[in-house]
C-alpha cells in the first residue's frame, strides 16, 4: 500500500512541476511580448512596396547589378492543329 501512494504523491510532484514550468514559460514569453509592444521595434524591417526596389536595396552593398535586356522581337505564329 505505501508504493502506491508513493508512486502517487510522486506523480503528483511531476504534474505540478511540470504545470509551474509551463506557467513561467507563458509569463516569460507575455513579458517578451509586453515589451515589445512598449518599445515599438522589432527586428524585421519592412520591405518596401515596390518589388523592383527592394531588390535593387538588396543589391547596393555589392555594387548593384548591370543587366542587358534583349530587344523585344514580334510574336511568333501560333501552332497550327490542322
Known sequence: ???????NQATMLINQLS????????????E???KDAQNG???CEVPPQNLGVAIHEIFKPFGGVKLEIPPREPMREPP???
Do not use: C
Open 1 to 7: 500500500m505505501q508504493k502506491i501512494e508513493l508512486q
Open 32 to 34: 517578451l511580448r509586453k
Open 80 to 82: 497550327r492543329f490542322d
Open 41 to 43: 521595434t522589432s527586428d
Open 19 to 30: 504545470i509551474e514550468k509551463l506557467r513561467e514559460a507563458v509569463d516569460y514569453l507575455a
